[in-house]
């Protein structure tokens, strides 16, 4: 299983020069009590080059995660001129392959306040898909906690939120951002971005812990033989959705280039806060949202509703990438979508200056997690989804999952390590119940 390429890519990037990062800050260095003298054969170990990598790579990642989501959305723009199993297929393959760069963004959150106030305009989840289409019975009507649970806005062109109507007979782009995302101030309203995509292409995953994800009919948007009411609607949330996540994407690829407002945060910034930074997206995505909530979660509690690709049974890809885009940024390189590498000096060469057996025994673990999660996707490429890998008896898919989750935990461990050993200020870690008190998942 390659690392950096296991489903085929879309409209790659032509070849462009490699970005190398020169700068060297002696004064940085004196910041992080590190010698000259030490670093005479290493100059490479800057921190503030270190950072210029880093934004270098979020450039990068970004950069593809545009390319592909464009190729999405041509995808989907051929399926609702011509709605077909093949042309829902293609669009399908495509949302596929635009989950892996984006995935390797991830380890620049937490860290980041612009990336992390941003994000949830492209991957916020788990959603209540009951806001944006029909849904099956077993969904259920109501919801304490969300007046527009069943809203059904594909369905319904006018809508209450918060006790006041709402025109919804024009779905666009705007409509979308500005006043169905988490209407009413509720997050489960997730009306943009690739899990509502991801809805609308395949719809529900029925299967519970069974085999299948959702089987939405192309003909749901085949306006001459509409099989689920409202196709036009439908196609037209669809277009708009996957128009939005491009112009998303095409604002974070503006504020990581060289005038960009996020590099100007690192660059221009205190180097101590922003390694800090670095490791804040690290550890957090590590321990709290990965091992925490995205996993460890749905495996106590044995549901499906848990898994973050829910309807397309593409957890998997999902989770690998994550891992891989934590280890490419703590090693500072990363492989494009068209195979041209973007690398320079790296928190690795930080650590092996301080600690040469830190940064062995970190660069281990990261290796050890991506096998635990390339494993895992290996099972589900074998024909068993990771719903089901969570399901209650499941003993060897529970005990797969389990091991990705220790191994991003044992990892985080030494991320803590590495905070110290650069005399860093300590940094809060992303926590999460499901690690930090099981009990309380079940209350």
Not at 56 to 71: C, F, G, P, R
Not at 226 to 235: D, I, K, L, Y
Request: include cysteine; glycine fraction near 8%.
């Amino acid at each position: 299983m390659r690392v950096c390429g296991l489903s085929p890519q879309t409209d790659c990037l032509k070849d462009q020069a490699v970005p190398r990062t020169t700068v060297r800050t002696a004064a940085a260095l004196l910041l992080l009590g590190v010698s000259l003298a030490a670093t005479t054969a290493r100059a490479d170990t800057d921190p503030v080059a270190v950072l210029a990598t880093y934004s270098d790579i979020a450039l990068a990642k970004y950069e593809d995660s545009l390319t592909t989501a464009k190729a999405l959305d041509t995808a989907v723009d051929a399926f609702l001129a011509a709605p077909s199993e093949a042309t829902l297929a293609t669009a399908r393959a495509a949302w596929r392959a635009a989950r892996i760069p984006y995935q390797q963004t991830e380890a620049y959150r937490f860290g980041n306040p612009i990336v992390d106030e941003w994000e949830g305009r492209v991957n916020a989840w788990p959603l209540d898909e009951g806001l944006i289409d029909y849904v099956d019975a077993s969904y259920g009507s109501e919801s304490d906690d969300n007046a527009l649970y069943t809203a059904n806005v594909i369905a319904n062109p006018t809508l209450e939120i918060n006790g006041r109507p709402v025109d919804a007979s024009e779905i666009t782009p705007a409509f979308l951002s500005e006043t169905l995302q988490e209407a009413g101030g509720i997050e489960a309203n997730v009306a943009t971005g690739y899990h509502a995509i991801e809805f609308l292409l395949w719809g529900q995953d029925l299967n519970g812990t069974g085999p299948g994800a959702g089987d939405r009919p192309f003909s749901d948007y085949d306006a001459a033989n509409c099989s689920g009411g409202n196709c036009e609607r439908r196609a037209q949330y669809l277009d708009a959705a996957t128009d939005l996540l491009v112009s998303d994407l095409e604002e974070m690829v503006a504020t990581w280039q060289p005038d960009g407002a996020a590099r100007a945060h690192l660059l221009d910034g205190d180097p101590r806060a922003g390694l800090s930074a670095i490791l804040t997206g690290l550890g957090s995505l590590s321990y709290g949202e990965l091992a925490g909530e995205r996993m460890k979660l749905g495996l106590l509690l044995h549901d499906p509703e848990e898994e973050h690709d829910c309807f397309s049974d593409n957890t998997h890809i999902s989770h690998l990438y994550d891992v891989v885009g934590i280890r490419n940024v703590y090693r500072g390189s990363y492989t494009r979508i068209d195979g041209a590498v973007v690398e320079g000096p790296s928190m690795a060469d930080l650590v092996r200056q301080a600690d040469p057996a830190l940064d062995a025994e970190l660069s281990a673990k990261l290796d050890t997690t991506v096998a635990a999660m390339e494993a895992i996707a290996a099972r589900a490429e074998a024909g068993e989804a990771y719903d089901q890998m969570i399901g209650e008896g499941n003993a060897e898919g529970n005990a797969l999952v389990q091991a990705g989750i220790d191994s991003l935990v044992d990892q985080t461990r030494s991320i803590e390590r590495v905070v110290t050993t650069l005399k860093l200020d300590a940094i809060a870690f992303e926590g999460s119940d499901s690690l930090d008190n099981p009990d309380a998942v079940f209350q």
